[in-house]
């Protein structure tokens, strides 16, 4: 199994939309039941709150559905998991930082994995959600990519063939 965790500041927003978009698309593409998908929030801010209501408008807008209540990264999260992917480069260094440095290879911008690398449009300051959703609808289906090439590339035996 890949646990995969999608951070940004609060959960409330862009890390929970990435959390349900990502499953969605591993669901689509049958590939959901090799991966652990959360989503986390560098700050305890917004803790034990829901995804906050205009991010869920538009993902129930294009079929994705999920319930949701924020909580905040910890630093054994980050060590479990298989791949941190966060929002901006703001998370980025908020990651690096509760961990130390420790970790980092395994710390990535969610929109590394698009065609053009940039930071997902935080849409609490732009209130553009729909621009949010593009982002991150790229950069998952990126990375998705990117997981499935590695794992089927990898030598037989040493986890390969399958997600």
Known sequence: ???VIFVCLGNICRSPMAEFVFKKMAEDRGVGDFF??????????EEGNPIYYPAARVLRDHGI????RA???TKKEVINADYILVMDSS???DVLRLTGGQCSEKVF?????ASRPR????PWYTRDFEKAYSDIC????GFLDFVLRRRCDAPRGNGGGTP
């Open 36 to 45: 652990d998908v959360s989503s986390r929030g560098t700050s305890d801010e």
């Open 119 to 122: 930071d997902v449009a935080d």
């Open 109 to 113: 911008k969610l929109c590394s994995f």
């Open 71 to 73: 909580v905040q990264l």
């Open 65 to 68: 559905f999920g319930s949701h």
């Open 138 to 141: 790229e950069g998952c289906a």
């Open 1 to 3: 199994m890949i646990s």
């Open 91 to 93: 998370n980025l260094y």
